[in-house]
């Protein structure tokens, strides 16, 4: 049996963009394969009583969060500039990604990091996400209908409410398959380790 | 000329355990001498707008921040209990740091650490920062009164100003000799390898 990590993200958040790029890459080095989770972390974080994200409400750790993308990316190997506005509006990719089988979910997650890190583009616009949904394959008006059924916004909502019980309240966080919970980029690598260790 | 790295910390900061616990050993490996600077987190977070720490402010972030230190702590073979009450009140003791000298800032900071974390001790009471000074070998009271100098106060008013000046707002931070900061304990290899990429 395949072990599996659940990659738990949200397409505004920056640093979730070098996880999503190498989440893959990194799991398949440990024999996991991760499972992606879009959920929608506005919404925790208005329970949290934020009503933007923390890195606008807090200068100084927005400052510091933009130059450790700059270095995190340029480590990595990936293109990066900062989104207008920040945060981006990540509702109709989530929904997007929901509608679709695991392994399209990250090829496509990651093709709209790339367009909103890399390339400028706004992620919210049905356009750009339809052109990603072409460039990876697939039909993309039938996706999009999918998408925006009220199965489908129930069931990101669920996941979003899943999320929550589960104690997450950032992105990117990484679940192992004994239901640990790893916050942060910089902890996927930890998160693999401690996989290691525990029988599946 | 040994190049140095800072490493600002709060006493009563969880993170900051582990990281003073490895801190020398991890910065001698790569040829790197540590600067402790100890500083009053809290005067950050007031301006920040909180009054208390992050983790009594949002639950699920202080649930996984208390489960992710048993994890690190185990990792790192230290031992590992809650503090009560949390956060503890780290004032004395950072004045007795702010009076030592570098080396003995360090001993002495580990001392309260392991007090405070692995043995459950009450890190503002004078009589426990007396005993660890003794511990390290230092003249306790001399070194009390030192401590307890208005001119010493001063010294970590203006080390608590100096943070916020640098964009610190949380701890421990890392910052290299060319004026970048890591944020957080898991940061610190990072750090060290940024040293070790660019000249002195």
Redesign the interface.
């Known amino acids: 049996m395949t072990r599996t990590i659940e990659f738990w993200y949200e397409f505004a958040s920056t640093y979730s963009y070098p996880a999503a790029m190498r989440a893959d890459r990194a799991a398949a080095e440990h024999g996991v394969q991760v499972v992606w989770r879009p959920f929608l972390l506005g919404v925790i974080f208005r329970y949290?009583g934020w009503t933007t994200s923390p890195f606008n409400e807090?200068p100084?750790?927005g400052?510091?969060m933009w130059?450790?993308m700059e270095?995190i990316c340029a480590k990595q190997g990936l293109d990066f500039g900062r989104p207008s506005p920040f945060p981006q509006n990540g509702l109709n990719a989530a929904r997007v990604a929901m509608a679709l089988p695991n392994d399209a979910r990250g090829a496509f997650s990651r093709a709209v990091y790339e367009g909103q890190f890399a390339q400028g583009r706004d992620i919210s616009d049905p356009q750009f996400l339809m052109d990603a949904l072409a460039q990876i394959g697939q039909d993309a008006s039938a996706v999009w209908d999918t998408a925006m059924s009220d199965a489908n916004k129930t069931a990101l909502r669920d996941q979003t409410a899943q999320a929550?019980t589960l104690?997450?309240?950032?992105a990117p966080t990484w679940r192992t398959h004994d239901g640990?919970?790893?916050?942060?980029n910089?902890?996927l690598q930890?998160a693999l380790e401690?996989m290691d260790t525990v029988p599946v």
Chains 1, 2 share one sequence.
Do not use: S
Not at 167 to 170: E, H, N, P, T, Y
Not at 180 to 184: A, D, I, Q
């Open positions: 949290m807090h100084a750790k400052a510091y130059r450790d270095r929550q104690g997450i309240f950032g640990e919970l790893f916050w942060g910089d902890r930890d401690w």
